[in-house]
């Protein structure tokens, strides 16, 4: 009786230590380039956005994203993999260099987008390729209408700033398109970016996100992916006189 019961005591205490280590392993660990400045211009973005792109090469550069990213670049709806029709090149630029660089954490898409695996010619194609296209399925949207908390939240704390009225970002400043993104995928990162281990965070919204709650940035986030793609926004807006 005695060794049943010592067995069942092991047996439990494993489970636990089991369990410890899945939950610790599911949390984002600190990464990046320690002295890094926000928006600095390594000398390989600073290559990449000289040369410009090509979409019609970066159409056939993008084959190989396609696993993840789908082909028609959008992403899916679960947020898992963010939507990347119509994002700025010069967003994807940012982040794809900032990545290969050991900057911004993203270990899943590492292997994909390091040397030699992709060239710099075909990471300004690929940005290229991506700015053109538009979105044709419905992104992922949260389980309830958070839309009018998630407005104010935007405003108040003039998120709007940097990533404009309409969620439509600045290519200039690279500061990314947020309007019709995925719920999931704006929730998470913006977590991350909260914690400060995303690793290329702006200290800006690591600031203004600072005191929200789990629910305030799961309403930003649903008033955000309930947008309408930007592009359509200022399409349908009437030429200044």
Known sequence: MKKLLSIVIVALFSLQAAVVVAADASKPKVYGKKGYVWDEMTPERTAVLKMGGDPVKGKESFRGCQGCHKADGAGVREGVYPRLTGQHASVLIKQITEIRAGIRLNPKMLPFVEDPA???????????????????????????????????????????????????????KSYPMVSAQHFDYLVREMKWIKQGVRGNSNPDMVKAIAKFSQADLEAVADYLSRLPDYRTVTAAAPAAK
């Open 118 to 172: 992709i060239s710099m010619e075909e990471i300004g194609d690929i940005a290229a390729y991506l700015n053109t296209l538009t979105t044709v399925r419905e992104n992922g949207k949260g389980a309830e209408d958070m839309s009018a908390k998630g407005k104010k939240l935007f405003n108040d704390n003039k998120c709007f700033t940097c990533h404009g009225k309409n969620g439509e970002g600045d290519a200039a």
